[in-house]
């Protein structure tokens, strides 16, 4: 199967490359704000819709007017590329999959792409535009031999980090086929609980960070506006915030990966996570959990490695139904943990009870797309 695959490494720059991504990070960000702000004003006066062509007419002119002649020192492609992404915004702001694009600020992270002619790969060194010298970077895996590089985006994050995303053409081959099959239910006291009654543990990560996450804020809180302090104090805020989405990121891929290497049909619940997050007790448990992005990853390695993904409906009541016998309780308890069907008079875990069902739900849907959600008796 052909397929895009971005393989992410950290590099380490040099004093002189530092200052071109610098400049480069900067002129793509000015061409993307100095743009959105003119395609706004033509959207508000009812003036003509401007589009990507416009903008592009428009940077072109900019560069030769003397007081933005510095957007001629940095490579061409990221600018056009800053462009692109501002386009693409739009359309999805107009197909109504997101909100109005927003400016870019030099305290958010940093990124600047550069397609096939504005970089430089042989045998293993990456050489960007306009420099001299290829960039130090920390191969943690090894690409493919085969596969074929078209796009590279270089990023500074808000912990000072910078990182290489190589997006390649590549193909994979489907995993062998096993009998496995599990649901699984995902939850806030166990992460993810499946309906062969394996449990696995969120690392919390946020949680675990919290009062240390506070007390970085308030002394950031503290800090001089314009200080020196009051920089060092943000960076220390957001190598924090970074190691906690480094840990979240590194089990969601752990755990996601494994369920795929080990099964071959995998059922999940649909949830609607943005309509959860409006409950103020649990929003901040939720997002820490990080149900979205999981759901997210076990459907593209699905995808690519030929197993298969069944989403039930959200409204399925997976955890108040008995696997054993169909029985559906008309109330249940957040806080109820175990149960025993007042029917059939098995005892039931709460979450395992839920993947089983889920599980059955999932494959019913499968074979025979039916709906799957009973009426309560």
């Known amino acids: 199967m052909e397929i895009k695959r971005a393989y992410k490494f950290r590099f380490y720059p040099t004093d002189e490359q530092k200052e071109i991504l610098a400049q480069t990070f900067g002129c793509a960000r000015f061409a993307y704000n100095y743009m959105l702000k003119a395609r706004t004003d033509a959207y508000y006066n009812k003036k003509k819709r401007i589009g990507y062509h416009e903008t592009s007419a428009l940077l072109t002119q900019l560069k030769k007017q003397p007081e933005y002649t510095w957007l001629n020192e940095v490579s061409s492609v990221p600018l056009q590329q800053a462009l692109r992404h501002l386009q693409s915004a739009f359309a999805n702001f107009f197909a109504k999959r997101n909100k109005y694009p927003t400016f870019k600020s030099k305290f958010d992270k940093q990124s600047a792409e550069y397609t096939a002619s504005a970089f430089k790969f042989e045998n293993g060194v990456?050489?960007?535009?306009?420099?001299?010298?290829?960039?130090?970077?920390?191969?943690?895996?090894?690409?493919?031999?085969?596969?074929?590089?078209?796009?590279?985006?270089?990023?500074?994050?808000?912990?000072?980090?910078?990182?290489?995303?190589?997006?390649?053409?590549?193909?994979?081959?489907?995993?062998?086929?096993?009998?496995?099959?599990?649901?699984?239910?995902?939850?806030?006291?166990?992460?993810?609980?499946?309906?062969?009654?394996?449990?696995?543990?969120?690392?919390?990560?946020?949680?675990?960070?919290?009062?240390?996450?506070?007390?970085?804020?308030?002394?950031?809180?503290?800090?001089?506006?314009?200080?020196?302090?009051?920089?060092?104090?943000?960076?220390?805020?957001?190598?924090?915030?970074?190691?906690?989405?480094?840990?979240?990121?590194?089990?969601?891929h752990k755990l996601s990966t494994k369920l795929i290497n080990e099964n071959q049909v995998i059922a999940v619940e649909s949830l609607a996570v943005s309509n959860m997050l409006k409950n103020r007790k649990l929003a901040k448990s939720i997002s820490d959990a990080g149900w979205s992005e999981f759901v997210r990853q076990l459907e593209y390695k699905a995808k690519w490695y030929g197993r298969t993904l069944i989403g039930i409906d959200k409204w399925y009541p997976s955890s108040k139904r008995c696997n054993a016998c169909g029985h559906t309780l008309a109330m249940f308890s957040l806080n109820t943990r175990t149960w025993e069907c007042p029917s059939c008079k098995t005892s039931h875990d709460r979450d395992v009870n839920a993947a089983k069902n889920i599980l059955t739900a999932g494959l019913a849907g499968l074979a025979f797309g039916e709906n799957v959600s009973p009426v309560c008796i």
């Open 126 to 252: 990456l050489t960007l535009g306009r420099m001299i010298e290829p960039l130090i970077i920390k191969w943690s895996r090894t690409l493919p031999k085969a596969a074929k590089l078209t796009t590279v985006t270089v990023s500074k994050d808000c912990a000072g980090r910078y990182f290489v995303s190589m997006l390649m053409d590549d193909a994979v081959a489907d995993k062998s086929v096993v009998s496995n099959k599990i649901g699984i239910d995902l939850g806030l006291t166990d992460f993810a609980v499946t309906s062969s009654g394996s449990k696995f543990k969120s690392p919390k990560s946020l949680a675990n960070n919290l009062a240390k996450l506070a007390l970085l804020q308030k002394r950031l809180s503290n800090k001089k506006k314009g200080s020196s302090n009051l920089n060092k104090a943000r960076l220390k805020v957001a190598k924090l915030h970074a190691r906690i989405t480094d840990i979240r990121k590194d089990f969601l």
